[in-house]
C-alpha cells in the first residue's frame, strides 16, 4: 500500500479534489469530504470484531509525520485491548460534565443575589411611593 505525501496532500487541497478517505496504512486516513472545510485524520481499527472509527485531528493542526506517530500509539493501544474510540467518548463527556458542573455552581449564588435584589426594589418601590 502506498504512503501519502505531503507533496500530494498539498496538490489535492489546492486542486479542491474532495475524497472520502486516501490511506496512508496502520489505519492512518485522510479524508476530505464536500462538508469539510479542511482535510481531516481518522483513525480505523477492529475492536472486538467491529469497525470503529475516530477523528484524531485536521491537516491543519497534525502534520503528516505526527498523525502516523499518533496512529502508530493507537496501534499499540488497541493491540491492548483498549477501545480508543470508546476512551476519547468517555474523556470527552467527562469535561463536558465537568464544564456543565462548574456552570451551575454559580447559579445558586446568583439566584441569591437575584432575590435581594428584588427585595430591595420592591421595598424601593414602597418607600418611593409614599
Request: hydrophobic share 40%; aromatic share 8%.
Amino acid at each position: 500500500m502506498a504512503k501519502l505525501s505531503d507533496i500530494q496532500i498539498k496538490s489535492w487541497i489546492s486542486k479542491g479534489e474532495r475524497f472520502e478517505g486516501k490511506s496512508d496504512g496502520d489505519g492512518l486516513i485522510l479524508s476530505y469530504r464536500k462538508d469539510f472545510s479542511v482535510p481531516v485524520w481518522r483513525f480505523r481499527y477492529r475492536f472486538s470484531g467491529k469497525q470503529r472509527v475516530m477523528n484524531i485531528g485536521t491537516y491543519g493542526q497534525l502534520s503528516l509525520s505526527d498523525a502516523r506517530k499518533l496512529a502508530k500509539e493507537l496501534n499499540a493501544r488497541v493491540a491492548l485491548g483498549h477501545d480508543v474510540a470508546a476512551e476519547k467518548q468517555e474523556r470527552k463527556a467527562d469535561s463536558v460534565a465537568k464544564i456543565e458542573e462548574k456552570k451551575n455552581a454559580f447559579t445558586p449564588a446568583c439566584t441569591g443575589i437575584l432575590l435581594c435584589v428584588e427585595k430591595a426594589s420592591l421595598l424601593w418601590r414602597r418607600s418611593a411611593s409614599c
